[in-house]
């Protein structure tokens, strides 16, 4: 019998948890009594050698059979809505270490990501001299208050369409969404309108075959599968216990994706326990390569501030970065429906043009963004006509669509032409308010949050698992 004990340091409310996750290889045997007399000695014999020859071929068949394909909700997991004060159920960033005892993100690179995403960088003018800028009140800059909302595994980023993948490479990911959660009154929680994304990259370094470019806004990279796809198998492992029932109930993880069906149950902290293991055993702080933020002003519910960051594993540096759908030299985009000039700075999306690793001067891109949609009435047509394109993975991607675009698109249309059926995720989950600009996780609506994702996150995730399905059934 394997054992695994953790002890989960105080939760963000200061409560202890000893935590002790027993997993079992139950080996099955059989023993049979052999007549040694006469002739059924030969003949026992030989049924015993033919039986114990059936049970190891028939071990060895079932071992190297492929796994069953695998589903959206395997591989984008989101979580239920924190409800009450006891978290047990939920995953701390304060609580996550790699192998070696070293937190995946430690209190000072998680302060470096708070003072990133407060600076200047963040701030933005508006053309009548009003600025905003992202503000975290005190309570939600300890890293206690930072839960995982959601884990997204991605073989590859930018996309995996064959176009993308043939400028950008591949780049595998798994990217934990975490928003803050803090206690109010008594047993009640506060869920913030804000979030964090930590990506953790496994790459090999630049590909040998570059794009050629007078000005380069990424190299080409390749992947370093080989420390990838044991993590991807332990997803699949996962997914097979639950199914088998090892982790409580039996639980099919089949449909649309909405809150994961092991983790909106009764046995919610044994999936909890087993993805901690998984990510733990997998990840380590010098694959976090890249970190994104939306914040908003301290005290005000809008407008709501993306951010990109890149982090130097070596220097333990946290930078922001331009974003590549601007000018060029613009980093932070903002979003508003109270007074003119809902989105700023006005995106220069490059995503009806060809995919390219290249620099494209603004006034040469061609593309789409749902500021044109939030600015001035459009037709249903045009709205369809920009709405997919934004959630189509073959066409926009992170270097030539804006935030917005990705985090409004499904409201947009929904508002539009409100009977649309958003494949592959549940109606539950869809976004309908304008309050509501999350992507994956729990996002503000009718006054209170729920568990959001929109269909670019269903599309990206399609991408995904027709990837996987690929390297894992040949």
Request: hydrophobic share 40%.
């Amino acid at each position: 019998m394997g054992r695994y004990r953790k002890l989960i340091r105080a939760s963000a409310f200061g409560t202890a948890v000893l935590r002790e996750i027993h997993w079992k290889t139950l080996l099955g045997g059989s023993i049979m009594k052999v007549d040694r007399r006469h002739a059924f000695r030969r003949i026992t014999m030989g049924m015993v050698t033919v039986l114990a020859l059936a049970l190891f071929m028939g071990t060895q068949a079932t071992s190297a059979q492929a796994p069953s394909p695998i589903n959206a909700n395997d591989v984008s997991i989101l979580f239920p809505l924190p409800n009450s004060s006891d978290m047990s159920g939920f995953i701390s960033l304060a609580d996550l270490t790699d192998s070696n005892g070293q937190r995946l993100l430690s209190d000072q690179a998680f302060g470096k990501f708070i003072s990133a995403a407060e600076s200047d960088d963040s701030k933005i003018v508006d053309s009548l001299g009003g600025a905003n800028q992202i503000a975290f009140p005190p309570e939600i800059k300890d890293v206690n208050t930072w839960f995982v909302a959601g884990i997204r595994l991605d073989l590859g980023a930018p996309g995996l369409a064959p176009d993308v993948m043939a400028k950008f490479g591949q780049i595998p990911q798994l990217r934990l969404i975490l928003q803050p959660v803090t206690r109010t009154s008594g047993t009640a929680v506060r869920v913030h309108d804000r979030a964090a994304h930590i990506i953790f990259s496994f790459a090999s370094g630049p590909s040998a075959q570059q794009e050629t470019c007078p000005v380069r806004v990424v190299p080409r990279i390749d992947a370093d599968m080989t420390a990838f796809r044991p993590l991807l198998d332990d997803f699949v492992s996962l997914r097979d216990d639950l199914t088998a029932g090892k982790l409580g109930s039996p639980v099919e993880t089949g449909g649309p994706l909405n809150v994961h069906p092991g983790l909106s149950g009764p046995d919610q902290q044994h999936m909890r326990d087993r993805l901690e293991v998984i990510l733990e055993k997998h990840l380590k702080a010098s694959q976090v390569t890249a970190l994104a933020v939306m914040g908003i002003p301290k005290a005000s519910p809008e407008p709501w501030i993306f951010l990109a960051m890149r982090r130097n594993p070596a220097s333990d540096t946290v930078q922001t970065v331009p974003s590549p759908a601007f000018d060029g030299q613009a980093k932070a985009q903002l979003l508003k429906f109270v007074g003119p000039e809902q989105v700023l700075p006005e995106p220069k999306s490059d995503n009806q043009s060809e995919i390219t690793t290249c620099f494209r001067m603004p006034n040469t891109r061609v593309g789409v963004s749902t500021a044109e949609l939030l600015r001035q009435e459009s037709s249903k047509e045009r709205n369809i006509e920009v709405t997919e394109i934004i959630a189509d993975p073959a066409r926009s991607h992170f270097f030539n669509t804006d935030c917005v675009s990705c985090h409004t698109e499904t409201r947009l249309l929904l508002k539009k032409v409100p009977d649309t059926v958003i494949p592959g995720v549940d109606v539950s989950v869809l976004p309908r308010s304008r309050w509501n600009v999350r992507n994956f996780g729990w996002g503000f609506e009718g006054g209170t949050f729920k568990p959001t994702i929109t269909r670019r996150t269903a599309t990206e995730t399609d991408e995904v698992v027709k990837a996987a399905n690929q390297l894992l059934i040949p």
